[in-house]
């Protein structure tokens, strides 16, 4: 079961961390498209909020407390914030990395759970909703880029 709470902590708290990124994307955009990109950046910042709600609920109500350690994803959420310090200046590039980084930790999480034998309909759907919601988000960050 440690390895469960670990992944979960980690799944947690990447998202959460994700969320922070885009925020501070939208309060630092600026150029000539910034409306718009302040307004795409709020959107995908609340999304993974929401979701990062979501899940937390959801680990809480399947594998307990401590799947939602506020120690450990503090310690996670710095690792991910410097994963993408060099990106700052670059805060498209940054979201979209982030979000593509989470989707690839979105389907080791949804694999291991499975030969675990931990997943549950209700995992399963979150995972999926969770994915689906930051494939939706990396769509609207390349259009940015185009």
Known sequence: MEKVWKLSNLYLGTLRELALIHQHSHWTTKGSTFYGDHLVFERVYKSAAEDADLVAEKLIGVFG?????????????????????????????????????????????????????????????MIMSVASNREASCYLLQQMLK
């Open 65 to 125: 407390g401590k799947s939602v350690s506020f120690d450990l994803q503090h310690g996670i959420m710095h690792k991910v914030s410097k994963r993408y310090s060099g990106l700052r200046e670059q805060p498209v590039e940054m979201s979209l990395k982030a979000e593509k980084d989470f989707i690839t930790l979105s389907d080791y999480f949804y694999d291991f759970l499975e030969k675990e034998n931990k997943m549950t309909l209700g995992l399963d759907d």
